[in-house]
């Protein structure tokens, strides 16, 4: 055989080889499809089959998005309604089971926190002090952490306490969450603030059940510790004071609210925080948010006017 019929040879054997590659590729593909087909459920109106599942109705709710009003609105922490201002842009809400809040990727703390108070929150279990992150805050945002405060000159003022979680471990953890913390100063966090906090929780072992929300309020431009977390110039509250077992239906013009707004400075812990009582309409001129949203609007009038003492 000569040279060049070889190389014939040799080409004929590799093309026929790579043929019958081709074929075996093309009968397997062909029995994976069959055998996919039978695993799909049968079409509709297939006789003696059942049909294919039907798809969901037009008129089935979608589930709440994440970071949406509408993934707290059933909670019970905001019962009396969700705070709103005029633009929701700058707002992320969180249900944190023990109490829900809007936070401000822009500020890089809470909005606002909202929480109910009754005694079945509170107990004796040992203070967490666990102080960390929120993972619950999708990546893109800037996540709080211990450095940002490190040095600082501000203490970690809570706005949910950790006193009125104290039913279980787990629910005084979720407190020392950061999206929970706004800087304070000592003299604001372990003075005035401090105070009316423990007069809330005097109420609850009286006999009331509260509904709390409260919040920071900030200049333009703010200060800023750490990575970029704003300072607020003063703290507000607002608590509404029911009794056990009643709710939105139960608030009315004889319903007392105690509202606080208190200057985050110095000087401020040489006050009581009686000194600090305003009314919410003060507290919405001066945050843009509206309170008490699910409160009938004539209720609100009249409940939100007033300067109620302790």
């Known amino acids: 055989m000569t040279a060049s019929r070889a190389k014939r040879a040799s080409r004929h054997s590799l093309l026929g080889t790579f043929c019958v590659l081709v074929l075996l590729l093309l009968v397997a593909r062909g029995a994976v499809l069959q055998w996919d087909e039978r695993r799909l459920p049968p079409s509709k109106g297939s006789r003696g089959q059942a049909s294919a599942a039907p798809l969901p109705s037009a008129s089935s709710s979608p589930p709440a998005l994440r970071g949406s009003e509408a993934s707290i609105s059933n909670s019970i922490h905001v019962a009396l309604g969700t705070p709103r201002d005029a633009d929701p842009s700058d707002e992320y809400f969180l249900d944190e089971r023990s109490f829900v809040l809007s936070y401000s990727p822009e500020k890089r703390v809470a909005n606002w926190v909202a929480w109910q108070l009754d005694r079945s929150h509170l107990g004796h279990v040992r203070r967490k002090d666990d102080f960390r992150a929120d993972l619950a805050l999708p990546a893109r945002f800037y996540r709080v952490a211990e450095s940002d405060y490190l040095h600082s000159g501000y203490d970690r003022g809570h706005l949910c306490p950790s006193a009125d979680r104290l039913r279980s471990p787990a629910d005084n953890s979720q407190t020392f969450l950061f999206t929970n ?94 000194e600090y009582l305003t009314s919410v309409d003060a507290i919405e001129r001066a945050s843009g948010y509206d309170f008490l949203t699910a409160v009938p609007e004539r209720v609100q009038r009249v409940i939100e006017a007033r300067t109620e003492g302790p």
């Open 181 to 274: 913390i706004q800087p304070q100063l000592h003299e604001l966090n372990a003075g005035p603030w401090e105070r009316l906090e423990s007069h809330a929780r005097q109420r609850v072992e009286g006999g009331a059940m509260l509904f709390v929300v409260a919040g920071g309020l900030f200049s333009a431009p703010f200060p800023t510790i750490g990575n970029g977390v704003a300072v607020p110039a003063a703290n507000f509250k607002i608590i509404v004071i029911l009794s056990p077992g009643q709710g939105l239906s139960d608030v009315n013009a004889d319903t007392r609210v105690l509202a606080v707004i208190m200057p985050n400075q110095r000087g401020v812990g040489e006050r009581e925080w009686t």
